[in-house]
Structure formats: structure tokens, C-alpha cells
């Protein structure tokens, strides 16, 4: 039981004369979450309590109106905000309590998903994304256990606008290392101007990570994401993709060409590639919009999507052993995975690349954009030989080769990548 909000001694706790708090159900990236009863429906509800820290000074104004606007976000895909308070120092969110999620659908090795389930968790999650797109709200942190999953089988998009309000103030790294595995090919080139595209990019990780039911891009730093992409889809052209050279961290790659879309994917049908390719779009601005891909034909053919309710899912969480985190080496092979949220055992490199990279990417709200003009266009070539294996995780990403040129070029790159070494 997380302790200090409520005035009584132990058991359960009452918060802001309305909500009987009961356990904690865990600790993300914005702070502690527990189930509480809510008084005034009856309805049992999840409270994520979000430290303020150095946001308390804007938090009365800026992030309160956005949170305001959230309330407002109501759709049968989006968790509802039902409640948001300052209470002893810390903001609460309440929203209603879901039972699962599809990160422990994916990791279950005790479900078999069939293609009609596939469709409609990816639809759900679709309709989700399009609805606040629509309302020009992005969700900028998309990941399996982000979608989450209520009794009734539907599935919800859980954290919409999280991201842009309190940025990532907590980003720990087990946070930082999975959310990157989502992150679309502009954000690591360093873009402070994207937009829906972005979160449309994750939907196509997570369609994706629903078929090989584990993460499809397991970069290890934001260079070997790219170049885990590269591998998979081909070294983007400028005729793809125009604006690329003018991103901030944009560098240019020895060419690698696509592999076939069917061999990364053997069992997915030829609509649900078709689907995948347009969601691994490069340019932004080409990519698939959420209600463009619902009006796929994916989603027109057959087998038509499985109704919420009859869904497999996994039992409620906290029942038994259901939240363990399997103790796995994630560069091991294929295993049945998506990223364990309380991993808690980093070794001293690791932390040291988390650490660089947070401060990399302090500036990456959208309050700190520069404009494109700003932006150095000047590139280094990254002699770079991508190992289409690689992807899979069975065997370490490819070490790039540099010339002494390069390597005087790229300093600032290694300086900040303990992870992106290279040979002779
Ligand atoms: N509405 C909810 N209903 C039930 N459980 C929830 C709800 N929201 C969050 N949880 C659970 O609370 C825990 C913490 O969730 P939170 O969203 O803060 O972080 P996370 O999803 O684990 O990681 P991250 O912050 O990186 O997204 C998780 O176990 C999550 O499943």
C-alpha cells in the first residue's frame, strides 16, 4: 500500500473525500498507480498520482488546462479521465480501472491469438488513435502496455497526451529503453516537429509485435534503432522521404535495400502487409492515417475482426503470477516477449547510455522546436552493413565500419552512444 496520501493508519485510505484507495497496481513513468474504490458511483477506479517536481510551478495553468481538455476526450477506444485533482502536492488522475492489457496478451504463451484477433485488437487500437487525431490530441507514447484492456474485452488507449503535458520526467531506463522500440524514424532523427505520424509508426511496431508476438525492432540506443529500421525496411531514399536531410540528427547511411515485407512476416496475409508497409512509411507526411487504415482493406476481408468479448486475454492482473516479469535475455532469440516493465537489473553501461540520452533529449517538446530553416543540413556518411538477422534479435546488431574520417566526423555521435562502437 503506497502510504501519504490518505489521513488514516493502515489498510485503506481515503483521497479527497471520494476515493477509498486499495493497492498499488504499479509505478510508471509519471509516478505510483493504485486501485481505488470511487464512493460516488461505486465504481472501482485506477488513481495514478503524478509527482509534479519541477512542474509544479505550470502545472496550475498549462498542464491543467490540457488535462481539462482530456476530461473531454470520450470514446468507446480512449480510458476515461474521470476525475483530476491536486491532492497533498501531487496531481491525481483517475480514470476507470481496466483489467489487462495487450502487452500480457502478447507475452502470454497460453493464448493463441488467430488472424480475426490480430484484426481486432489492431482495429480497436485504430479507432482509438483516430479519434484523438481527429481532435488533434497525439499520444506520443504508444506501446503494448499502453493499450489497455477492460472486462468486457475492449480495448482502450491508455496515457493520451501524457506525454506532451508533464513530457517524460521519470524516464527511467526501463522506460526510455522500450519506448524507443516504438519511436518513429523522425523522432530519432532528432525532429521537434512531428505530428500524428508519429504515433502511427508505434500502431505499426505494436501490429507487428502482435504478429511475431514479441517486439519486432529491439533497438539497444537511438543509433541501433535506426539501424534496426534500416535492416527491416531499406536505407530510406530522399525520393522517399525529401525532408530527411534537413532533420537535426540527420546522418546518411551506406545504402541498404529492403528485404521482402513476407519474409519478416511469413503468417501475416497480404492485406495485413499491405497495411504494415503503409504504417512503416518514412515520410511522415506519406504515411497511413489512423482513419485511412481503418478504411483498409484489411479490415474489409475476411476473417472478419472477433468481437471484443470473445477475445482471448489473460486472467485480470493480479491473479496469480500473471505479473511476473520473466527472467530473459532480450537479445536471446525469439521468445514470446514485449518489454518487461519492471526490469530492474541494468548494468552500470546501460544506465551511463540512459543517462546521455535524457540529456539528449531534453529539448524535445514541442515548445523547443526550431524551425527546419535553423536546422544543419549537413551530413556524415555511416559506412553501415545492416544484418537483416539482426532484427530478430538472435544475434547482436552489426557494428558499423568507420574510416578515420568518419570517425572524426561521428565523434559527437560516440560521445553521447556508448552502445554505437565501431572496428577498424
Ligand atoms: N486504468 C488502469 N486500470 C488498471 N490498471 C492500470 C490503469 N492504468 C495503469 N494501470 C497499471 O498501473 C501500472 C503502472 O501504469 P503506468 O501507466 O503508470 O505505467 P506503465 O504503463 O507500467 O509504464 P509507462 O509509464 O512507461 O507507460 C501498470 O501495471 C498498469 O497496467
Known amino acids: 500500500m503506497a502510504s501519504g496520501d490518505g489521513g488514516d493508519d493502515a489498510g485503506v485510505k481515503r483521497v479527497a473525500d471520494r476515493y477509498l484507495k486499495r493497492e498499488v497496481l504499479g509505478e510508471g513513468t509519471y509516478g505510483v498507480v493504485f486501485k481505488a474504490d470511487d464512493t460516488k458511483t461505486g465504481n472501482t477506479v485506477a488513481i495514478k498520482k503524478i509527482r509534479l517536481g519541477k512542474y509544479k510551478e505550470g502545472v496550475n495553468f498549462t498542464a491543467l488546462r490540457e488535462i481539462k481538455l482530456l476530461k473531454e476526450l ?8 474521470i476525475d483530476a485533482f491536486p491532492y497533498k502536492g501531487n496531481l491525481h488522475l483517475v480514470f476507470e480501472f481496466m483489467e489487462t492489457d495487450l502487452e500480457a496478451v502478447i507475452r502470454d504463451r497460453n493464448i493463441v491469438l488467430s488472424p480475426a484477433d490480430t484484426k481486432s485488437y489492431i482495429q480497436m487500437m485504430l479507432k482509438g488513435l483516430a479519434f484523438c487525431h481527429k481532435k488533434w490530441v497525439l499520444h506520443r507514447d504508444m506501446k503494448p ?21 508533464f513530457g517524460s ?7 526510455q529503453v522500450f519506448a524507443r ?19 502511427i509508426w508505434a500502431a505499426g511496431c505494436i501490429f507487428a509485435e502482435l504478429l511475431l508476438r514479441r517486439p519486432f525492432l529491439q533497438g539497444s540506443s537511438d543509433i541501433d534503432q535506426l539501424g534496426k529500421i534500416f535492416a527491416a525496411f531499406g536505407t530510406p531514399k530522399s525520393s522517399q522521404w525529401p525532408d530527411m536531410v534537413y532533420l537535426p ?23 495485413a502487409l499491405d497495411l504494415l508497409s503503409r504504417m512503416f512509411t518514412y515520410d511522415p507526411k506519406a504515411r497511413i492515417t489512423a482513419q485511412q487504415a481503418l478504411e483498409h482493406r484489411y479490415f474489409l476481408s475476411v476473417p472478419a475482426p472477433t468481437k471484443p468479448s470473445q477475445l482471448p486475454r489473460p486472467p485480470p492482473k493480479g491473479d496469480s503470477g500473471n505479473n511476473k516479469i520473466p527472467d530473459l535475455n ?37 515548445s523547443g522546436a526550431r524551425h527546419m530553416d535553423d536546422m544543419s543540413s549537413q551530413s556524415s556518411r555511416i559506412p553501415m552493413s545492416v544484418d537483416v538477422g539482426a532484427i530478430f534479435g538472435t544475434r547482436p546488431a552489426p557494428r558499423p565500419t568507420l ?22
Request: charged share 30%; no cysteine.
Open 249 to 271: 540528427d540527420y546522418v546518411e547511411y551506406q545504402f541498404v535495400s529492403a528485404p521482402p515485407l513476407r519474409s519478416l512476416f511469413p503468417m501475416a496475409s497480404d492485406d
Open 181 to 199: 522500440w516504438y519511436r518513429a524514424p523522425e523522432l530519432l532523427f532528432g525532429t521537434k516537429q512531428y505530428g500524428s505520424a508519429v504515433d
Open 169 to 175: 520526467p521519470e524516464r527511467n531506463f526501463t522506460h
Open 330 to 366: 532480450l537479445q536471446d532469440g525469439p521468445v514470446v516477449l514485449s518489454p518487461p516493465r519492471k526490469l530492474r537489473r541494468v548494468t552500470a553501461h546501460e544506465g551511463m547510455e540512459v543517462h546521455m540520452h535524457r540529456a539528449d533529449r531534453t529539448e524535445e517538446h514541442p
Open 74 to 81: 470520450k470514446d468507446s477506444n480512449i480510458i476515461e479521465l
Open 403 to 424: 574510416n578515420s574520417a568518419d570517425k572524426s566526423r561521428l565523434k559527437r555521435k560516440l560521445d553521447m552512444d556508448p552502445e554505437f562502437g565501431y572496428t577498424e
Open 145 to 165: 502496455n499502453n493499450l489497455l484492456i477492460g472486462a468486457d474485452g475492449q480495448l482502450k488507449l491508455a496515457d493520451f497526451g501524457l506525454a506532451r503535458i
